[in-house]
């Protein structure tokens, strides 16, 4: 069964450095999500993305965050400068097309820690 | 305003019980609701959703949404201890390409 995949599972970075979160959603899908899950807090999106544009985002996804799908099977999401309080679940989802937004489905996450 | 809220538990019950897991949400724009099941630092797992207001079962899971109540149930029957879970409910507006709005989500864990 076709499944999203993430890399790396684990990210320490030191309070500063740049980070690169990296996903591969399914191949046939063509809408491309970020999520983060701080510990013990619920799924907040972060950004959506179609036909390599930004479709929305959310108050979170600042001038820190950028998004690009490099090629076509990879879609990343990167974290300048991080803080302390990027650290956090991150999570990348893709649905099929606008008709299904609703049916996103999720990667195993990349857990960040900022030191 | 988006907000969804769920009792964050834990709920605990027996093996074979039938368990009833509820969301409630504000926005009235929402059509699509969505049960997701997340296993500890693992990603959100989609297990059904819904169009409106109505009943959908599949297998030992129903889900049924009350619109005019803004109200979301989740029913397990025979709940196993596979079961054992966080469930977050997901309520959706349609159309374009939001992000989907979580509740915080309850805690189930069923006793062998």
């Known amino acids: 069964e076709p499944e999203v995949t993430q890399t790396p599972s684990h990210q320490v970075t030191q309070m500063g450095q740049e980070v690169i979160l990296r996903c591969v959603p399914i191949s046939n899908h063509l809408y491309f999500y970020w999520y983060r899950q701080i510990l013990g807090q619920k799924v907040e999106f972060l950004v959506s993305?179609?036909?390599?544009?930004?479709?929305?985002k959310s108050e979170i996804f600042d001038d820190q965050f950028s998004v690009e799908r490099p090629d076509g099977s990879n879609f990343t999401l990167k974290i300048r400068s991080t803080k302390l309080e990027d650290s956090a679940m991150y999570f990348c989802?893709?649905?099929?097309?606008?008709?299904?937004?609703?049916?996103?489905?999720f990667g195993p996450g990349t857990r960040l820690t900022v030191t | 305003q988006k907000e969804v809220e769920q009792d964050p538990g834990p709920l605990s019950v027996p093996e074979g019980a039938i368990v009833s897991l509820n969301c409630t949400y504000s926005n009235s724009a929402f059509q699509y609701f969505m049960w997701y099941r997340q296993y500890s630092r693992k990603g959100p797992e989609l297990l059904m959703y819904?169009?409106?207001?109505g009943n959908k079962e599949d297998g030992r899971f129903t889900a049924q949404v009350d619109k005019s109540s803004k109200y979301i149930s989740l029913f397990i029957r025979d709940s196993q201890p596979s079961d054992s879970a966080t469930y977050l409910c997901a309520p959706y507006s349609g159309g374009g390409a939001d992000g989907l709005t979580f509740g915080k989500g309850t805690h189930l864990i069923i006793q062998p």
């Open positions: 993305f179609y036909n390599n544009e930004i479709s929305e």
């Open positions: 819904t169009y409106s207001s």
């Open positions: 989802a893709s649905s099929a097309s606008s008709a299904a937004a609703y049916e996103q489905y």
